[in-house]
Structure formats: C-alpha cells, structure tokens
C-alpha cells in the first residue's frame, strides 16, 4: 500500500475535513492513493466508532480500510456542537452528554482527550481538571521547559506537577517534550518521576508516544563521542613514529588541551612529566589572555589584596601598620564643590579658598598608601562605568505603579508575596507602604520607604540560607528552597533592586561572580571558595599529604566523604592527589550547587541585568563583590551641585559647608556623613544607579537647615560665622534622625 504524508494538493482529512498536516497537534497526516483516503492519526484514535480490528501492519496502523469507511459513513450524520459541520467522529464519554465534535474542533473548544487504555474523550463542561489548593502561591513561576513564566492558574494551558510541589508547565511544552522524550524517558522535569507524572499527563490529555527518545532514534548520533582527538600540534614534534603516534603510559602518550580537547600534544613534546598535569594549546591560552577572564584577574586580585578568608575587597580600612593621620597632620586639600550660579545655570569656576581656610583630606605618606589610594580610584570608575550601565536599564522602567505592602518584621515573606502577585512587573514603578502598625515607619516619600525596603531586602538575603561563607559568599544547596524556586526570586529580586534604585549587594565571592558572568565551566576553585570549614580541612589533609601512605591512609578514612562527592579512585602515586583535591574543589563549590545556581541566573537576567553584567564584568563586580564605599567628605562634597546666588561668596556658604564636612569626617560632630546624606535623601549610603534627581544644595534666608528628600535638595540657612552654621546643622539633623528613630 503507497501512503505519502504530503500531497501537491493537500487533501483534507475524510474523519474531520481539515487539511492540515501539524504532526504535533493532529498526529501523522497519511494519504493512501489506491484507497483515495487521507486521514489524521489522531482523528482515527480518538474516534468513537473504531478500534484496531487488525495487525499493526493491516490497513492504517492496525485501523481496517472497512471499518475507517462505516466510521466516515457513521460520522457524516452528526453534526459538530462547535463548527455545526457534519462529520463529527467524537463523541464525550460523560454520561448523558450528547455531544459531537471533530478533533481538531475539540482542540480549539480545550476538550480532553485520554491517549490510554479506551481513548476516551471528554468535552469542555465534563473535561477532567487538576485541583489547585487555596494556600498555594498564586504567582507566575517559570515553566522548567521553556523557562518562560507560567501562572499558577486552573487553565486548560496550564499544567502542574502531580509529584513536586511548586513545578508548573506550559501544555504545549509538555506535549512537545513528551513527543521528544517518548513513554521511556518522559518524566518530571525536576524531580524525574516517572509513574506518577505520566498517569496524571496522560489524564490531563498529553500523548505519550510508545516510542523511544527522538535522540535514541537518530542512526549514529553519539559516533563523534566515542572518537578521542589524537594528534600532536606541538610545533617541533619530538617523535620520531609521526604526530599521531600515541603509547599510553609513556612519554609518547597524547595528552589533550583540557578546556578544548581539539588540540593535543605528546607528553614530552611539552615536557610534561605525568599524565595527570594540566595542559591548555596555544589557542586556549591567547583567548583566556585577550579576554582578560577568569584566571587573569584572579592573579591580580590576589597581588592587590590577600585576605585571611581568601576574599579580595578594595574598600577595607587601611592596614593597622599605618596609623590614622590626625585632622592636625592632613596634606591633601579638599576640593572646592560643583558650584552653578542662579542666575544663568551656568557652572561657576572652582572656589579659591583663602590659605587659612583650606581644608585637609588625611592621606599617608607611605607609599603603600598611596597604592590603596591609587586603587580605590580604579574602584570609583568601575562603579562610574556600573552607575551609567544601570541608568541604561532604568529606562524601561514605565510609570504605572505596582505597591508593594512590606511588613519589615518579615521582610522575606511579604516581599516574596509582592514580588509573585500578579500584577507585578518588573517594568512598574514600585511603590513601598510598610504596614507594621507598632512600629511604623514615618516616611516622608515613596522613593525614602522604596531605599529602606531595598536595603533591608539585601541585608535579608545576605544572611539567608540561600547563600554560604562568612562575608564573602557563595551559594548554598537548600533543596526546600530549590523546590519553592526561591533562587530565581532572589537573583530577580537583587536584579529589579539594582535598576530601581537599591543598594549593592557587596556580598558575592569572587567565584560566584565568575560562575555567573563567565560560566561554571570556566572557573577553578580553589581552597578558599570552601564554605564548610570540616570539607575545607578534609581536602587540605589530602593535598598536604607527604606520603603515599599517608595519604592512602587519609584516603580511607574520608571513604564516605569521597563517595558522596563521586571522587572515589584508586590511588598508586602521590601526586593522584592533586587531581582528586581539584575534582573535590569542583563539586563541592560548583557542582554541587549547579541548579540553584542556574535558577539563580535566570533570575539575575530580569531587566536585562545579567546581559550587562557578563558584558562589563569588571564594571559590575565592583558593587557584587565589594562593600560600598565609606563616605567621606570629598564623597559628599562632589554629589551635591551648589545653587547659589551671586552673594554667596562673600558670606562663606560654601566654604562652611565644605568646612562642616570635613569637621564631621574628622569626628569633631555629634552627627556622622551618613546622616547628612539621610537627612537630605533618606538613604545612609549612595545606591549604584546613584539618585534621581541628584542631589543639589541651595543656600536661602531660612532659620535652619531643611532636607527635601523629595528633590534631594538640602537647603542651608546663610549665617555670617561658621560656628552659628555649624551648631544649626547639629541641632536639626540630630533632632530630625532622633525623632524618626523614636
């Protein structure tokens, strides 16, 4: 019998009449020219009026043509309850349900059809639905198919997971995957249940093929696998039987580069002396070097700073060896501030101040010193390059308002809640209101209660169980919060906080910057990206093993620890060691924690912040794995722009202010720069993104200082002595702080 599955011509189905040839929605389209029949697979499946009265190989797939042509003659008297066309084949097993329709009918309609057992079908009223629990979370998730968000909604495009709690897929996607994968490897996405999850896919009308995986299908897929690239591409090979000659365990034994495995290379040809050393081609080494990745700024992180936790951080305190310089032994002078003229908006020239005036910023002599200063430059203008890249990403922000009502007392939970609402977008403008009654907060402005909850927020996620280490941390594996998908939260949640407005995290490591900018794959631990201080001892006694025995013996008490992390391996020389201390590196600081730190990526890429980040790495890492910035005078005094009137010169405001700073940072005040900076903005450290609107300062005829944290603007009383500005500065910004704290 001669079929084809496409026609010039495209005859239409004879059970439903539709002439479309869609394998994934209507099943294999066959045309059967001597019999002049062309029909759906699934049509024929579904149809109430048939069974296979045949062998597989008789008629259509175990289908008789006869019996094919009664059920056409049947169906062609009823009519469709959706199209109202003749020829509907299938009808609803409910009982006392008499209706009729065409398969691809009841496609459109989301009918129910069971591919099991008697193939029954349901209609649209009778249709088997899954129960969905009043005190599940109602936000969208991310389908763990296609990664695109899903609501947690009873619809007919929705399907959830009968064995994992908090797993929702796309219908279409489960169908495609469950057409793919076939009836021996179609199974839960996350847990790999099997039994269970098909029972309830097949219930909720998803065909599972009895077939094997497409992939196990494909006549030779896996060929390239099996074949080892053996050639030496050493420029002056050494041996004299040619470059493919290859004599395992020997000098002329192949070695391949570790990060391709395209290029190889004799072990004496590169005078290695075992197997078991790492070799890169010169490929692999030019990219690493031009790119300026992962091992070229470990290297420097390291000559830069060396930390007793194995952390780099270019905003500590200066080392206890050079001792604080006194405000009576300052050399430096502080800048004069960005002054623009009322008048004409113009910016006005640099303030010269008299020689008793100039102000001192404390620097060390030494030049180490001056190496830290030199530093916390180059830190300054990564954060520069970061602020304008956020400022970028700011732009999509639009003005519709998403609220989002934040208990501070269990800043986790309802800032989860807010976050998985349903109208919550990343794209809204986000507006905080703080409903703890016996302690509420008096905020004067949305952007004020929008930095504290962002602040709280990552404070919360600093010391969560999402993460590990001591101040420079590492993912955790919290397989709870696997399962509640808290990891993509928490990256989208350090995401939307970065773009609106929030301050930095500052709390990353090294090695988890690096696994999400440049991969897991590129990255090599080392021993100070062990969290866990029992496993960090346990690999330090393998790796400082000084004999074989000695490390066979260590070998054997860590039997249970080595087969946990899959690194059990027979041991006949001392140097196995090293291998087997970097494979226990690997899993316990990368593999081990791979799905949290892939959910954890798709959630940093919200708003597009992770595409920047893997784009300017250099740039980002200086607000993920760095502390902000103490503040300072010189801090302050370059934020805010001075307005002024063409009399202010004369009456020394912007010398006081330039002097009050300088007293403050030297702590000759009762207030500190962090409540200036609160005063006026209502944030005690400068976020990122930096303000918006930035901060200004105006001097006018007031009594006392005012901060507008509205406008950031902070307007200053204009006084004839610097004592009398001083002392209205103290008194109002410690009574303003004093009466907010209360």
């Known amino acids: 019998m001669s079929e084809s599955n496409f026609d010039i011509q495209s005859p239409p189905c004879v059970l439903c009449g539709w002439a479309d040839n869609c394998p994934e929605k209507y099943g294999e389209k066959k045309t059967y020219v001597e019999h002049n029949l062309?029909?759906?697979?699934?049509?024929?499946?579904?149809?109430?009026?048939?069974?296979?009265?045949?062998?597989?190989?008789?008629?259509?797939?175990?289908?008789?043509?006869?019996?094919?042509?009664?059920?056409?003659?049947?169906?062609?008297?009823?009519?469709?309850?959706?199209?109202?066309?003749?020829?509907?084949?299938?009808?609803?097993?409910?009982?006392?349900?008499?209706?009729?329709?065409h398969f691809p009918c009841g496609l459109r309609k989301e009918c129910i059809f069971q591919f099991m057992e008697d193939f029954r079908s349901y209609c649209w009223e009778h249709k088997p639905v899954q129960i969905f629990l009043d005190k599940e979370s109602r936000g969208p998730s991310q389908c763990t198919i296609c990664l695109d968000l899903v609501e947690h909604l009873?619809?007919?495009?929705?399907?959830?997971?009968?064995?994992?709690?908090?797993?929702?897929?796309?219908?279409?996607?489960?169908?495609?995957?469950?057409?793919?994968?076939?009836?021996?490897?179609?199974?839960?996405?996350?847990?790999?249940?099997?039994?269970?999850?098909?029972?309830?896919?097949?219930?909720?009308?998803?065909?599972?093929?009895?077939?094997?995986?497409?992939?196990?299908?494909?006549?030779?897929?896996?060929?390239?696998?099996?074949?080892?690239?053996?050639?030496?591409?050493?420029?002056?090979?050494?041996?004299?039987?040619?470059?493919?000659?290859?004599?395992?365990?020997?000098?002329?034994?192949?070695?391949?580069?570790?990060?391709?495995?395209?290029?190889?290379?004799?072990?004496?040809?590169?005078?290695?002396?075992?197997?078991?050393?790492?070799?890169?081609?010169?490929?692999?080494?030019s990219i690493f070097a031009k790119s300026g990745k992962y091992s070229k700024q470990k290297k420097r992180s390291l000559a830069t700073s060396e930390k007793t936790d194995g952390t780099?951080?270019?905003?500590?305190?200066?080392?206890?060896?050079?001792?604080?310089?006194?405000?009576?032994?300052?050399?430096?002078?502080?800048?004069?501030?960005?002054?623009?003229?009322?008048?004409?908006?113009?910016?006005?020239?640099?303030?010269?101040?008299?020689?008793?005036?100039?102000?001192?910023?404390?620097l060390s002599p030494l030049t180490s010193n001056r190496n830290w200063s030199l530093r916390k430059k180059q830190l300054r203008t990564q954060r520069r390059e970061a602020s304008s890249i956020l400022k970028e990403l700011k732009q999509q922000i639009n003005t519709k308002t998403t609220r989002l009502n934040i208990n501070t007392e269990n800043i986790w939970n309802t800032a989860l809640k807010g976050f998985r609402q349903r109208n919550f977008r990343p794209t809204n403008t986000i507006e905080v209101k703080f409903t703890n009654c016996k302690n509420k907060l008096k905020t004067d402005t949305s952007t004020e209660s929008k930095h504290l909850f962002f602040q709280l927020l990552m404070g919360h996620l600093q010391n969560s169980s999402l993460f590990e280490g001591s101040s420079a941390k590492n993912l955790s594996l919290d397989l709870q919060a696997l399962k509640e998908n808290l990891y993509f939260e928490a990256g989208k949640m350090i995401a939307v906080s970065l773009v609106h407005g929030?301050?930095?995290?500052?709390?990353?490591?090294?090695?988890?910057?690096?696994?999400?900018?440049?991969?897991?794959?590129?990255?090599?631990?080392?021993?100070?990206?062990?969290?866990?201080?029992?496993?960090?001892?346990?690999?330090?006694?393998?790796?400082?093993?000084?004999?074989?025995?000695?490390?066979?013996?260590?070998?054997?008490?860590?039997?249970?620890?080595?087969?946990?992390?899959?690194?059990l391996r027979p041991i006949t020389d001392l140097c196995d060691k090293n291998m087997l201390v970097n494979d226990l590196l690997t899993y316990h600081v990368i593999k081990r924690i791979i799905s949290p730190l892939e959910s954890f990526r798709q959630g940093l890429k919200t708003l597009g912040v992770l595409e920047k980040m893997e784009m300017h790495p250099v740039a980002f890492s200086s607000i993920f794995c760095h502390k902000p910035e103490r503040l300072s005078a010189e801090t302050l005094c370059d934020l805010f722009t001075i307005h002024c009137s063409s009399g202010v010169k004369e009456v020394g405001g912007a010398d006081f202010w330039m002097g009050y700073?300088?007293?403050?940072?030297?702590?000759?005040?009762?207030?500190?720069?962090?409540?200036?900076?609160?005063?006026?903005?209502?944030?005690?450290?400068?976020?990122?993104?930096?303000?918006?609107?930035?901060?200004?300062?105006?001097f006018l005829h007031v009594g006392y200082p005012i901060g507008n944290r509205l406008l950031n603007c902070l307007e200053l009383p204009i006084t004839k002595t610097y004592e009398s500005f001083k002392n209205k500065m103290e008194l109002t910004i410690r009574n303003t702080l004093r009466v907010e704290r209360e």
């Open 38 to 101: 062309t029909v759906h697979y699934y049509c024929l499946l579904m149809s109430s009026g048939i069974w296979q009265r045949g062998e597989e190989d008789e008629g259509v797939d175990g289908f008789l043509i006869t019996d094919i042509r009664k059920e056409v003659n049947r169906a062609a008297k009823l009519k469709c309850n959706i199209c109202k066309k003749k020829g509907a084949s299938i009808g609803c097993v409910a009982p006392k349900c008499k209706r009729s329709y």
């Open 154 to 285: 009873p619809l007919y495009s929705v399907l959830k997971s009968p064995c994992c709690k908090n797993a929702w897929f796309h219908r279409e996607c489960l169908q495609y995957q469950a057409l793919s994968a076939g009836i021996f490897f179609f199974r839960c996405t996350v847990c790999n249940n099997k039994d269970k999850f098909q029972e309830e896919m097949l219930r909720m009308g998803i065909h599972i093929p009895e077939k094997d995986a497409s992939w196990e299908l494909e006549e030779n897929a896996y060929q390239d696998l099996l074949q080892c690239y053996q050639h030496c591409d050493i420029r002056r090979c050494l041996c004299k039987e040619g470059r493919d000659y290859n004599e395992p365990d020997s000098k002329w034994e192949i070695k391949r580069c570790q990060s391709c495995g395209s290029r190889g290379t004799h072990l004496a040809c590169s005078s290695m002396k075992s197997w078991e050393q790492n070799w890169e081609c010169v490929e692999c080494r």
């Open 661 to 698: 700073l300088q007293d403050v940072e030297s702590g000759e005040s009762v207030v500190t720069l962090e409540d200036i900076l609160y005063f006026v903005t209502g944030s005690f450290s400068i976020p990122p993104i930096g303000f918006d609107p930035e901060p200004t300062i105006k």
């Open 502 to 567: 929030g301050p930095s995290p500052g709390f990353f490591s090294k090695i988890l910057f690096n696994c999400l900018v440049y991969g897991p794959e590129n990255v090599k631990p080392n021993l100070d990206d062990v969290a866990d201080i029992d496993v960090a001892q346990t690999i330090k006694k393998i790796k400082y093993s000084s004999s074989l025995s000695s490390l066979q013996s260590t070998i054997h008490e860590c039997y249970d620890f080595l087969a946990d992390a899959g690194c």
């Open 312 to 362: 780099t951080c270019l905003l500590e305190e200066p080392s206890p060896k050079y001792p604080r310089q006194s405000p009576g032994s300052q050399h430096s002078f502080l800048q004069s501030p960005k002054i623009i003229c009322q008048n004409n908006l113009s910016p006005c020239s640099r303030l010269e101040l008299p020689p008793s005036n100039r102000m001192t910023m404390s």
